[in-house]
Nanobody, 115 residues
Framework: QVHLVESGGGLVQAGGSLSLSCAASGSIFGIGAMAWYRQAPGKQRELVAIITRGANTDYADSVKGRFTVSRDNAKNTVYLQMNSLKPEDTAVYYC?????????WGQGTQVTVSS
């Protein structure tokens, strides 16, 4: 069984920065791509950023140039550095990992950006 635990959410003013991390534990051999999603109230969950095991990345257009995803394969951890935050970035952020073909989700961490 695999567990993903996110940390680093919180409240920040517009223009500020936050850093999220997500650590995988358990039967974690064969971790592939890792990603961050977010879900705002009343909206569908959307992909924010994704990073392959080889560190290829892709981002949602709304966060390009502001967010950076990275990972440490030795620590089975993925990070999301969020800069120039906007009120519309407010959401619950979820970590997702492809583990031997199965998508595993973390519990989510709240990010709130005040105007």
């Amino acid at each position: 069984q695999v567990h993903l635990v996110e940390s680093g959410g919180g409240l920040v003013q517009a223009g500020g920065s936050l850093s999220l991390s997500c650590a995988a534990s358990g039967s974690i051999f064969g971790i592939g791509a890792m990603a961050w999603y977010r879900q705002a109230p009343g909206k569908q969950r959307e992909l924010v950023a994704i990073i392959t095991r080889g560190a290829n990345t892709d981002y949602a257009d709304s966060v390009k140039g502001r967010f950076t995803v990275s990972r440490d394969n030795a620590k089975n951890t993925v990070y999301l550095q969020m800069n120039s935050l906007k009120p519309e970035d407010t959401a619950v952020y979820y970590c997702n990992a492809d583990i031997r073909g199965l998508g595993v989700w973390g519990q989510g961490t709240q990010v709130t950006v005040s105007s």
